[in-house]
């Protein structure tokens, strides 16, 4: 065996590409946004459509990496990754981005779950943890550096550059939404099925005997939900609100970041002395099914991080809906009729007043500060749902015990 540590520095670059990407991105949406003339739901769709590739690919690429090694399948990841970003670089359309982030959610699913597997086969079990420390240290760290880095690239280059750095919707209540939804129940009772009944189950559902696992599975869904999703907003709320430039907003995005950099280590020492349920961490996994273990993990992340993306987004343009017209009375102007209602609470929704042309500089005026409050109201509602989610968590994670050691040394992830 070599030395661990000289693979312990690719697989912690490659899964930062991951984690930077979507930092910097979510500073890019309203820059995105005017040059591309995108919608509310299709920069949803930017940021949903790699998450869900990534979330449908996590468990077969840890699958993948266990059966036929976890290098080949990360420097296919690696490869993939940095091709599609490069794609998007050279996105003329909307359609174009939305289509390469799918692809670069797929690729990126190859480097998140057989990263750990790796340093699981380098590195001796007294070492393990050590190391799976620092690889999340730089993880946290991009996450960091991402607002700041975007920020920079934006404002100074363009958009594009994010994604160098690598190398439409129906309504909740169309019949097309609520097909889909029906299909993805039966899609789901099918795989359970079939995994219950298969030889070499891709998800073994044994793994979900344990309380502690199930319940973190749940428990990642509900953080990201959240926390991952209050960016979305609040570069819309930094950038078309108050006229920020998109470093000025990364430096406000700061110290969300840092928060998120300094909370492992400490959680890290309140585990060792208080055990998992007051800093929660999720319990163990084989050896042989560490590539599956750690794909179920992150899949959880990013189907909580799109339906936080979805759920807030039509929780917030529902409610800019609904307070519009009483903001607009309130500014001394006329209701606006429900068509009209329809045709602004997109715009927005992205914080962005729409003003007809020749409109009177001081009408123009009331008609930004109505929008404003509205989409304030909006993302006021959002952060409450997300706080409900949170709180739900806690509760959750009172379900979760200690976990037992399984061969090798005990892994928390």
Request: hydrophobic residues 55%; aromatic residues 6%.
């Amino acid at each position: 065996m070599g030395d661990p540590w000289l693979t312990l520095a690719p697989v912690a670059l490659g899964v930062i590409m991951v984690t930077l990407d979507g930092t910097v991105v979510a500073i890019a949406n309203p820059v995105i946004s005017k040059d591309l003339g995108a919608s509310l739901a299709d920069l949803q769709w930017v940021t949903n459509g790699y998450l869900l590739a990534l979330a449908v690919s996590l468990i077969t690429a840890g699958k993948l990496g266990d059966r036929f090694g976890h290098k080949p399948v990360f420097l296919i990841g690696v490869a993939g990754f940095a091709l599609s970003s490069a794609g998007i670089g050279f996105s003329t359309t909307i359609g174009m981005v939305i289509a390469l982030r799918v692809v670069q959610g797929l690729f990126g699913a190859m480097l998140q779950p057989t990263a750990l597997g790796l340093l699981r086969a380098a590195f001796p079990a007294e070492r393990l943890n050590m190391a799976i420390g620092l690889w999340g240290a730089c993880i946290a760290a991009s996450t960091a550096s991402g607002p700041i880095v975007g920020g920079l690239l934006v404002q100074h280059v363009n958009w594009e550059s994010v994604f160098f750095i690598n190398v439409p919707a129906y309504g909740w209540a169309d019949a097309k939404t609520l097909a889909f939804f029906g299909g993805a129940v039966v899609l789901l009772v099918l795989f359970v099925a079939r995994e219950h009944l298969a030889r070499q189950p891709l998800l073994p559902l044994t793994l979900f005997r344990s309380v502690s696992l199930s319940v973190g599975v749940v428990l990642m869904m509900l953080m990201a939900f959240g926390m991952f999703r209050a960016m979305f907003f609040l570069t819309f709320y930094l950038q078309s609100v108050h006229g920020l430039s998109p470093v000025a907003t990364g430096v406000r995005l700061l110290p969300m970041m840092l928060a998120m950099m300094v909370a492992p280590p400490i959680g890290g020492g309140m585990i060792s002395k208080l055990g998992p349920r007051a800093p929660l961490v999720v319990g163990n996994a084989p050896v042989a099914l560490s590539g599956v273990a750690g794909g179920l993990q992150q899949v959880a992340m990013q189907v909580g991080g799109a339906l936080g993306t979805s759920v807030l987004g039509a929780v917030l343009t529902a409610k800019v809906a609904g307070v519009l017209p009483g903001h607009m009375q309130d500014a001394g102007l006329p209701a606006p009729a429900p068509a009209q209602v329809d045709l602004m609470k997109g715009a927005i929704s992205q914080g962005v007043a729409p003003v007809p042309k020749n409109t009177p500089p001081q009408v123009a005026e009331l008609i930004i500060k109505a929008g404003h409050l509205s989409f304030i109201d909006g993302m006021h509602l959002a952060f409450v749902v997300s706080a409900v989610m949170a709180f739900i968590a806690a509760l959750l994670s009172l379900l979760v015990r200690a976990g037992r050691q399984v061969e090798g040394a005990a892994i928390h992830i």
